[in-house]
């Protein structure tokens, strides 16, 4: 680790210290991540050589934000410790958001900025899709952005299984979830690829509303929150809902229409939103169907 200069402590994430740092050899910045890896006498567990070498396969996508490489180390108790080092990206979308919602003259997203921010995403979810990686935590914070190049990228990528996720991340702040598909709040235990689409359509309602389409702070405000603005689903429109897992007999509303709460959308991107968020997983819209979708036909595609 000699070769990083340690600027200063960015974060901590879910698996431990964030340091933004400084290659001495090149001066270019990048993000330390220290991960809490017990490492047991043959060495790093094999699921997290496997994770690590997904995210190294996965992050030669330009949405996706880039492992530079992977340095081990031993701590003062002769601990074995693994840092990852990532590129380094100074805001996220969270951070971006908040810059036009707190301006003094308060101004909404420019629609072609959210156009173009939602197809990256779009872009680096089907990327992840195809090679059979869900995310399962997708949310502004997560998403990085080179505002000099205008480029969105994903982070926090699939280290779930190897890393085990713990439900409080280290700071004791509780994991949000806001962005969390109905299903998984269910208690589902088989999702699919929908499960990322669900948060790629609260992210795209977020980024034009610029505040949370679902604020819930624990799972079944959660669920009201959803109920309430699409309606309580059924067997007709989700057939197998009321046997899942946590599933109770919920107060019934009628949906009250998504246009309502994102008034900011045109036609075609309210029609894309309303096919990110159907109850049933198998009805949303995938990834790489969502690239086609006329939303985008205004869109210059040759720049990604």
Known sequence: ???YEKLEKV??????KVYKAKDKETGQLVALKKTRLEMDEEGVPPTALREVSLLQMLSHSLYIVR???????????GKPLLYLVFEYLDTDLKKFIDTYRKAPNSRNLPPSLIQSFLYQLCKGVAHCHSHGVLHRDLKPQNLLIDKEKGILKIADLGLGRAFTVPLKSY???IVTLWYRAPEVL???TH???AVDMWSVGCIFAEMARRQALFPGDSEYQQLLHIFRLLGTPTEKNWPGV????????YPQWEPQGIERVVPQL???GLDLLVKMMKFNPADRISAKAALDHPYFDSLDKSQF
Not at 242 to 249: G, P, Q
């Open 67 to 77: 492992l530079l490489c992977v340095e081990h180390v031993d701590n003062k108790h």
């Open 11 to 16: 974060g901590e994430g879910t698996y431990g």
């Open 191 to 193: 999702y699919s690829t």
């Open 266 to 268: 045109e036609a075609d």
């Open 242 to 249: 009321s046997s899942l897992r946590d599933w109770h007999v």
């Open 186 to 188: 269910l208690g589902s």
């Open 1 to 3: 680790m000699e070769k």
């Open 171 to 173: 700071t004791h702040e």
